[in-house]
Each structure stands twice: as C-alpha cells, then as structure tokens.
Nanobody, 117 residues
C-alpha cells in the first residue's frame, strides 16, 4: 500500500508559472511511471504529461511546450512545471504512479489550480 500527495496548486494570474509537486509514499519509486493528469469542471480527466522509469517523457495536452515533467528518485517526488498559464489550465491536477509488473496504480487526491485575474 502507498499513497501520493500533490502540492503547489493555487490561484495564479494568466501568464504566470507554477511548479506542482507529487510526493510518493511508495516502495520502489524508481520503477514507477509517473503521470500528471488534470480535470477541469465539467470535463473528463486528461493526461498532461508522464515520465517513465528511464526518464523518457511524453505529453498529452496541447501546447506541450508550456509543460515540463521531471522526477527526483532520491526524494521520491515528481514535478510538473507549467509556464505561461492560461485560464483554460484551470483544473484539479492529479498525480498518478503506475507499474506494470506487478500491476500497481496509485492516485493522489489532487491539487487545484485556478488561473484568473
């Protein structure tokens, strides 16, 4: 058993930046693929970015140049940097950790991001 805790969300003006953090309380963190998802009001949850155990990355959102995902295995933490924030980025941002062998998946409770001003 384990869990994830996101932090770093808040109210930001358009054009600003945020760095979200995901602290993982799981064993063998290095073996997990980590993902950041977001869910805007009235919309389905969507992938923003993911980083594999080999540090390869892929992105699901548009405007991918505004997003950067990273991980620090020594701190068991994943990060999502979002630049040039837009009102459309307003959502709850969730962290996910997943392995395939054995199959395990964890979700955090989310951190809200509101872009307004």
């Amino acid at each position: 058993q384990g869990y994830l805790v996101e932090s770093g969300g808040g109210l930001v003006q358009p054009g600003g930046s945020l760095r979200l953090s995901c602290a993982a309380y799981i064993d063998n963190f290095y073996a997990y693929e980590l993902g950041w998802y977001r869910q805007a009001p009235g919309k389905e949850r969507e992938l923003v970015a993911a980083i594999k155990s080999d540090f390869g990355t892929y992105f699901g959102a548009s405007d991918t140049w505004r997003f950067s995902i990273s991980r620090d295995n020594t701190k068991k933490t994943a990060y999502l940097q979002i630049n040039t924030l837009k009102p459309d980025d307003t959502a709850v941002y969730y962290c996910e950790a997943q392995t395939y062998t054995p199959p395990r998946r964890y979700w955090g409770r989310g951190t809200p991001v509101t872009v307004s001003g």
